[in-house]
């Protein structure tokens, strides 16, 4: 069911880039793809952009936030150019703190380090920024509207990478929560499937390439990729149109931490090469305000570098690095560079550089390789072999070498890239907390499933899984609840078990969770233990097999629980917490 609110905000906490929207009922009713989106300024008055730098600024009481995006850059800049940096934290893209696998634990208390090395508790970082972009929207929105609007009468949607673990998405929930929302009034959107539900309502002449290709027009039972390239991660999902306004997933998200960053990855590791770990770290750290030059010079460079282009690429190039370099090497960068292998690729003086054009294009290998990689390995499964076109989103979509990688090597392939692909998820998020019924079923990434004994099996299950107990001679084993690749409904439990007390008086119940990348097992050592499902018990009594009805639905953007005391009819509080 739609949701009836009145106003919806979204939030696009990406890696590099952030930004918020928002739109009215009345507005969605009439025309869904209308929104209010945030303009920011760069501060130097030439560049106004639909998403800003997610850059924090923060004092260094650790709890005042300075400033943000655009703003925490140039403030941080002139802060280091009167030597007062030091004072302050300055966090980026450090949203890759929760890009985890299957297995691997986050925690409440895990710490992350900004650029020089200082550490905050992660997630008053991330809450900081919440609080900050829900600030800014909740000021547009009152200055548009003639009463006031409180942000608890706003329909919130964070958005998230959909390859990203239960934990992370329960870790942006808390930080969203600490921020000041209300959880019932918060839903944690993933960004491919927005910017897929975005795309459902444009025309085709907001395509900056795909010929004659509306992702709106295509009929039912037409499937194609969408392929969500942001700075930090690369979301691939595969959907199906179900209706005029919406889809159903027929391969579960998968992807990985591809995006844009590996670009600058490669160019730091080329400074390095160059001049070595110790120089660069010292540059950094001595020069701040030089080495934000050099970032945002490469940034532009980047944005401007095409296959098609095979001139040189010239930088300004801060003279404090040759400096540094003399002072720890006792030689010449331009000597270094002239005995490299880089010789023919790099031409240097004292306050320029120029690379050329193959070796700038070189950086982006290592990331295009590995979503071409991918991209082959999905087109070989038979679910998603026959599509025709691949729908590209997010800020990275928008770089001409992912844009001709792609084409190049799925020639027969209709490629269709929106005008605006960076802010489509955003716009998407919208549409999704007016409307969640958009996405009528999704695939299943795991096995979920809980831990149990089951009769040992000799000369099957292995010794050391055997354990002794009242029952006899069991296995430690798994029950799995949902296989991975299943297609499930959305908005509908998948699961209803029947749990009983084993004492009396008993308050609660706790069952560790676990999933798995199998389709099929017998042992949970073959799991990973993701979480622990938590029920209290209303009224508790001397009674012992006491029952409580557990309903789970893995087909949302979180796994939801729903418990019933069977003897008393009443809800009871469940939940699964994800953290260690």
Not at 320 to 338: H, N, Y
């Amino acid at each position: 069911m739609a949701t009836r609110d009145l106003l919806v905000g979204a939030i696009d906490f990406g890696t590099t880039y952030s930004g918020w929207a928002f739109s009215l009922l009345h507005d969605f009713q009439v025309d869904p793809a209308k929104a209010s989106v945030k303009q920011w300024h760069s501060g130097s008055g030439t560049l106004v952009t639909e998403k800003a730098p997610t850059c924090l600024l923060i004092k260094s009481d650790g709890k005042t936030l300075e400033a943000f995006g655009y703003d925490a850059e140039n403030q941080y800049r002139e802060l280091a150019d009167n030597e007062m940096h030091e004072e302050y934290y300055y966090f980026r893209r450090f949203k890759m703190a929760l890009n985890k696998k299957l297995g691997e634990k986050l925690d409440r208390g895990m710490t992350i380090e900004d650029e020089m090395g200082k550490s905050m508790v992660a997630i008053n970082v991330f809450a900081m920024t919440i609080d900050y972009l829900v600030g800014d929207i909740m000021k547009s929105v009152n200055n548009k509207l003639t009463s006031a609007l409180e942000k608890d009468e706003v329909h919130w949607v964070l958005t998230v990478p959909a390859i990203w673990t239960d934990g992370a998405k329960q870790f942006m929930r808390e930080a969203a929560v600490q921020a000041g929302l209300v959880t019932n009034k918060l839903t944690i959107a993933l960004e491919p499937e927005t910017a897929s539900i975005f795309c459902r309502h444009l025309s085709v002449h907001t395509a900056i390439s795909g010929g004659n290709t509306s992702i709106a027009k295509m009929p039912v039972g037409c499937r194609y990729m969408v392929l969500d390239a942001g700075g930090g991660t690369i979301d691939i999902t595969v959907h199906e149109v179900v209706s005029e306004n919406s889809v159903k997933e027929i391969q579960s998200a998968s992807g990985g931490g591809w995006g844009g960053m590996l670009v600058d990855k490669a160019f730091e590791n080329l400074l390095i090469d160059l001049a070595g770990p110790e120089v660069y770290d010292t540059f950094k750290r001595t020069e701040t305000e030089d080495w934000l030059d050099l970032w945002r010079d490469f940034e532009v460079k980047k944005r401007s570098v095409a296959p098609d282009k095979n001139a040189r690429i010239n930088m300004k190039f801060p003279i404090s690095f040759g400096r540094i370099f003399e002072r720890c090497t006792k030689g010449k960068l331009l000597g270094a560079i002239e005995a490299s292998k880089y010789a023919d690729d790099i031409q240097f003086g004292e306050d320029k550089i120029k690379f050329s054009a193959n070796l700038f294009k070189s950086l982006f290998e290592c990331s295009i390789k590995k979503v071409i990689s991918h991209v082959s390995t999905l087109l070989r499964d038979e679910n998603v072999s026959k599509i025709k076109t691949i729908l590209m989103v997010g800020g990275y979509s928008e770089s001409t070498m992912l844009q001709h990688s792609i084409r190049s090597e799925f020639s027969g392939i209709n490629v269709v890239i929106p005008i605006g692909a960076s802010s489509t998820v955003m716009r998407g998020a919208l549409v999704y907390g007016h409307s969640p019924i958009s996405i009528r079923e999704r695939v299943l990434k795991y096995t979920y499933g809980v831990g149990c004994r089951l009769q040992f099996k000799e000369g099957v299950d292995p010794e050391h899984l055997k354990v002794t107990t009242d029952n006899g001679i069991e296995c430690k084993a798994f029950n799995s609840h949902v296989q991975k690749g299943q297609s499930v409904k959305c908005n509908e439990p998948q699961v209803k078990k029947r749990y009983t007390t084993n004492k009396t008086f008993q308050k609660r119940m706790h069952f560790k969770i676990f999933a798995t990348e199998l389709p099929n097992t017998r042992y949970r050592s073959e799991c990973f233990q993701i979480g622990e499902l938590r029920l209290n018990l209303p009224k508790p009594d001397e009674q012992i097999g006491r029952g409580v009805f557990v309903s789970m639905t893995f087909s949302g953007t979180e796994i939801i629980v729903n418990a019933v005391d069977e003897k008393t009819g009443m809800d009871t509080n469940a939940y699964i917490n994800f953290f260690g």
